[in-house]
């Protein structure tokens, strides 16, 4: 218990007195994210918070792990330097997907085959429990990437992405110190008192963004924990078994992970590639609907818990029953706010015509009505 205090309180009070520094220095060196047609702020704001988030991390976690207890912990340190200066040079230089791609791979790569980060068993999903070793190579690097892409697709407002993965580092963070897995729990929780400093600052309207320095940081993190949680909860020997632990760990990243797929489906649907801009984004939606940077952030969060009580509940039921109720919910949620959304732009562009000219077009073509009938 010790350590898991030591842990959160010391990379918060990293993270807390760094930002104020990093916000200076961003500013004396014009290291800004400049507004854009696609971006929904409309000032600069430095985006170098991941500096912050990963002192805090880094120096807690080195810290406050047990020493020895998990071997494969230096190679999670190792990816996580990894993926730390990939951010850091999209944040200050701009990088192009393909190359960022090729580091994600990398530091996949090491989580895999040097820090046992894999996943061997569906647990039931589809009928499928034990999975072959190069498909299970294939499947944990789709899932590694994929999730670690899913946390900087979704930092599109204010205080989501860290708001989310202040609630998945917490669950992942008590389940693994209730089981006895002390050195993922340090990480959940120092990774969550990192997060917690950074909120601070990035709340509406916020001071500095975590840029992808910080985005990818959490993505990667939250893809050793998944796989860890999976792993653990759903051996036949665990200390605190869960039925269907797939399924609990896609509902914990199922803001993210399923934003993350739609998008990826839609933008390859329409050939194009899976990590080109757009606006297609659900904080997109709810910002197109009116609502706050707050409220879009606060909705994110109760629909997380929402999902995360309904698989819990249902984990008796099984794996493939209780993804394809979750996908089913996501699905008419975005649905409706996609409805919504097109019923609001209607309006909007209604209302934009003023009435004077409503009259003026509906003379004229009352005009060419009557000519056409004299005719």
């Given at each position: 218990?010790?350590?898991?205090?030591?842990?959160?309180?010391?990379?918060?009070?990293?993270?807390?007195?760094?930002?104020?520094v990093?916000?200076?220095?961003?500013?004396?060196?014009?290291?800004?994210?400049?507004?854009?047609?696609?971006?929904?702020?409309k000032?600069?704001?430095?985006?170098?918070?991941g500096l912050?988030?990963?002192?805090?991390?880094?120096?807690?976690?080195?810290?406050?792990?047990?020493?020895?207890?998990?071997?494969?912990?230096?190679?999670?340190?190792?990816?996580?330097?990894?993926?730390?200066?990939?951010?850091?040079?999209?944040?200050?230089?701009?990088?192009?997907?393909?190359?960022?791609?090729v580091?994600?791979?990398?530091?996949?790569?090491?989580?895999?085959?040097?820090?046992?980060?894999?996943i061997?068993?569906?647990?039931?999903?589809?009928?499928?429990?034990?999975?072959?070793?190069?498909?299970?190579?294939?499947?944990?690097?789709?899932?590694?990437?994929?999730?670690?892409?899913?946390?900087?697709?979704?930092?599109?407002?204010?205080?989501?992405?860290?708001?989310?993965?202040?609630?998945?580092t917490?669950?992942?963070?008590?389940?693994f110190?209730?089981?006895?897995?002390?050195?993922?729990?340090?990480?959940?929780?120092?990774?969550?008192?990192?997060?917690?400093?950074?909120?601070?600052?990035?709340?509406s309207?916020?001071?500095?963004?975590?840029g992808d320095?910080?985005?990818?940081?959490?993505?990667?993190?939250?893809?050793?924990?998944?796989?860890?949680?999976?792993?653990?909860?759903?051996?036949?020997?665990?200390?605190?078994?869960?039925?269907?632990?797939?399924?609990?760990?896609?509902?914990?990243?199922?803001?993210?992970?399923?934003?993350?797929?739609?998008?990826?489906?839609?933008?390859?649907?329409?050939?194009?590639?899976?990590?080109?801009?757009d606006?297609?984004?659900?904080?997109?939606?709810?910002?197109?609907?009116?609502?706050?940077?707050?409220?879009?952030?606060?909705?994110?969060?109760?629909?997380?818990?929402?999902?995360?009580?309904?698989?819990?509940?249902?984990?008796?039921?099984?794996?493939t029953?209780?993804?394809?109720?979750?996908?089913?919910?996501?699905?008419?949620?975005?649905?409706?706010?996609?409805?919504?959304?097109?019923?609001?732009?209607?309006?909007?562009?209604i209302?934009?015509?003023s009435?004077p000219?409503?009259?003026?077009?509906?003379?004229?073509?009352?005009?060419?009505t009557e000519?056409?009938?004299?005719?």
């Amino acid at each position: 218990m010790d350590n898991i205090l030591l842990s959160t309180a010391l990379s918060f009070i990293i993270t807390f007195f760094s930002i104020p520094v990093i916000i200076q220095v961003a500013k004396a060196k014009k290291l800004f994210d400049e507004p854009d047609e696609r971006k929904v702020h409309k000032t600069v704001i430095p985006t170098l918070g991941g500096l912050g988030i990963f002192a805090g991390y880094i120096v807690a976690s080195l810290l406050c792990t047990p020493a020895g207890v998990v071997p494969q912990f230096q190679y999670f340190v190792a990816a996580a330097i990894v993926i730390f200066f990939l951010g850091l040079k999209d944040d200050v230089m701009i990088l192009s997907a393909s190359k960022k791609f090729v580091g994600q791979l990398i530091a996949a790569g090491i989580l895999i085959k040097f820090g046992g980060v894999s996943i061997n068993n569906m647990h039931g999903f589809l009928g499928i429990y034990e999975i072959p070793y190069y498909a299970s190579v294939v499947f944990s690097f789709l899932t590694i990437i994929v999730i670690t892409n899913s946390f900087n697709l979704i930092d599109g407002v204010d205080g989501l992405a860290g708001s989310l993965g202040l609630i998945t580092t917490l669950i992942f963070g008590s389940y693994f110190f209730y089981a006895g897995q002390m050195t993922y729990g340090v990480m959940s929780f120092s990774l969550a008192g990192a997060i917690i400093g950074f909120l601070i600052y990035n709340f509406s309207p916020a001071k500095i963004f975590m840029g992808d320095t910080g985005s990818l940081l959490l993505g990667l993190i939250n893809s050793i924990l998944v796989i860890k949680f999976i792993n653990i909860a759903g051996a036949a020997d665990a200390v605190i078994p869960i039925h269907a632990s797939p399924a609990i760990g896609f509902a914990i990243l199922m803001i993210p992970l399923f934003d993350t797929l739609r998008v990826f489906g839609l933008r390859i649907l329409d050939r194009r590639s899976p990590f080109s801009p757009d606006r297609i984004h659900i904080h997109h939606f709810l910002l197109d609907l009116g609502f706050s940077h707050k409220k879009i952030t606060l909705s994110c969060v109760l629909a997380t818990l929402g999902f995360i009580s309904i698989a819990y509940l249902m984990r008796h039921l099984g794996t493939t029953i209780i993804i394809g109720t979750l996908l089913f919910i996501g699905l008419s949620l975005i649905g409706i706010v996609y409805y919504l959304r097109q019923k609001s732009s209607k309006s909007a562009i209604i209302k934009s015509v003023s009435e004077p000219e409503f009259i003026k077009s509906h003379k004229v073509l009352s005009l060419a009505t009557e000519t056409a009938e004299v005719e």
